[in-house]
């Protein structure tokens, strides 16, 4: 893996985290500190363990042995905990810009907050460092509308970023090929938990992701035909907005199918394939257009996104709730 991807994901984490902070500025104290049964339990304690996990790994990859994790301190400003974030960015930016490929590839091993210690390529440390932060900002979206706060206009998603700041990034193959694959795993994990669960759990009603467990995974397998649709069709077909209640092995089914399309169309590309112009119509009155690796990896980060809604959702049925860390991926690997 190069830099290269590395820098965009991070370009989009850093976008996301501005975007946080500005919905959260004006908040008062109770809304900031409100309890809530999903994350880290708070809004200021979730933008806390975001810069914390931000600040740990990258005292890892720089200072080595077991460096100390932040736990959440009560009453810190939020302006205290913007600095902290962009002075680690910083740092984190000018450690990237140093790896060439090899460095990346390379095992670097670190023992975490359990003391227990492990040696995983840094390419995939810093992967997992990106992904984490779209996990808790969805949990912290959803925080923001229970406590009346405001909410993003379009949403925290990397398309979004890209939309608002259109570019070709140099993006690889590799990389998104590593995304995928560990998305791909998460996504069966939940669906194992799924099938196990009755009609009554699957179909209960949230004010988060796309309303139920059952109607959240079977976005996720839209969106993976909705993009493929528009990768060797063309625009022209409207992002499904209805569907029915599939059960859980046929969803199985229609996501395993939508991969191996995806893993079919990307076997046959080259990294500079990924500049591609992707035209896509979400909406008969919308029509956007993307570099083609952009769209995949929006599919990557926009499954971590509903994931965590997913796993809240778990939760609130009394069913199992999966850890789904890309770093936990890493070392099945």
Known sequence: MSPATLKELFAHTD?????????????????????????????????????AAERVWLDRWTKGGQPPFTFPEADIPIATLLDRFTSTAAERDAVVAGKCDAELAKPLTFTNIKGETYSLPLAGQMMHVANHGIHHRAQLVNMLR????PLPKMGLDYIFFRLEQPGTPPLELDALRTYQAYSDWATCKLLFIASKLSDEQLDRRFEMGIGSIRDTLAHLCDAENWWYWN????????????????????????????????????GGLKDADLQRTVHAQPRPDRRV?????????????????HRAQILNMLRHVGAETPALDLVLWLREQ
């Open 289 to 305: 257009s993307f570099p083609l690796g952009v769209t995949m990896i929006q599919l990557c980060g926009h499954a971590t996104h």
């Open 231 to 266: 990768w060797t069709q063309g625009p022209g077909k409207a992002f499904p907005t209805q569907r029915e209640k599939l059960p859980i092995a046929e969803l199985s089914r229609q996501l395993d199918e939508a991969w191996s399309n995806r893993d079919h169309f990307a």
């Open 146 to 149: 229970h406590v009346g706060g």
């Open 15 to 51: 976008w996301a985290r501005d975007r946080a902070f500005e919905l959260v500025r004006g908040l008062l104290d109770e809304q900031l500190d409100r309890p809530f049964e999903m994350g880290i339990g708070s809004i200021r304690n979730t933008l806390h363990h975001i810069w």
